[in-house]
């Protein structure tokens, strides 16, 4: 069991060493909000905004002892996934800073997918800081992020939309984003998934303040939503 413990602490620690160097060192000319910074993206939120991560993997840092604390059938599974997480997530940030994006938009729906395998070995109504929770707001987090990659390889690539402007796609992503937001809060009983999505959006709002006064209307309508569905949504009974 010592073996999966420090697994994952060291892919872990692999992530976060990498998300210090993606936030505030300089590997190629620009750090990565530099880079970010650079291009009109609509769905950038503020930059305080992509600080939270840390807050996040302090989370995720006593997800793993309490993990380890508690081991039951599913421990050795779940260390495994995550894991692969982690590695995933350090490997994006290198991809970031390359930008290289292809593999940035592969090694996003990968996480996801490796996300959410980790987080379906958990029940429904499971609000435990030791349990389904940390995994919530990660899993959350690496969803809302793949709406921001999909808009930064638009613009990168000057992708004209089939003749739609900039907003209108931006709103359509945006709109898909809190779609599947109040999805997994209906399906899966689940109120921290959302949680990243209205800080994100947010963020966005703050962030085109009145330049895309379209945008930024939809996207506080859409976090109000959010909001709500969070509060009042009854999950389905099953399971």
């Known amino acids: 069991m010592l073996l999966y413990l420090l697994l994952m602490i060291v892919s872990f620690g692999s992530a976060v060493a990498c ?48 993990q380890y604390k508690h081991q039951h ?24 800073h390359k930008e290289n994006l292809t593999y940035m938009l592969l090694l996003q729906v990968l996480l996801i997918a490796i996300a959410y395998l980790l987080y379906r070995t958990y029940p429904k109504r499971d ?4 349990g389904r929770l ?18 930064f390889i638009f613009v990168y690539h000057n992708f004209h939309g089939f003749g739609l402007s900039r907003p209108f796609w931006a709103i359509g992503l945006l709109t898909l984003g809190a779609i599947m937001a109040l999805y997994i809060r209906y399906r899966y009983d689940d109120i921290a998934f959302i949680i990243p999505f209205t800080l994100n959006y ?29 509060m009042y949504f009854q999950p389905k009974q099953q399971e």
């Not at 609000?127 to 030791?130: E, K, L, P, R, V």
């Not at 809302?144 to 990659?149: D, G």
């Open 19 to 66: 998300s210090i160097i993606f936030y505030n060192w300089h590997i190629t000319a620009t750090n990565a909000l530099s880079t970010i910074t650079r291009y009109p993206v609509l769905l950038s939120p503020t930059h305080v905004i992509y600080m939270i991560v840390f807050i996040l993997y302090a989370f995720m840092a006593y997800w793993i002892w309490q």
């Open 73 to 96: 059938t599913l421990y050795q599974k779940r260390a495994l996934y995550f894991s692969l997480a982690m590695v995933i997530q350090a490997l994006l940030y290198i991809a970031w």
């Open 127 to 130: 609000y435990q800081w030791t």
């Open 134 to 151: 940390p995994l919530s707001l990660y899993f959350g987090w690496s969803s809302v992020s793949l709406l921001f990659i999909l808009e």
């Open 202 to 230: 947010i963020g966005i709002a703050i962030h085109l303040q009145f330049d895309e006064m379209l945008v930024t209307a939809v996207t506080l309508f859409l976090t109000g939503s959010m909001l709500v569905g969070m």
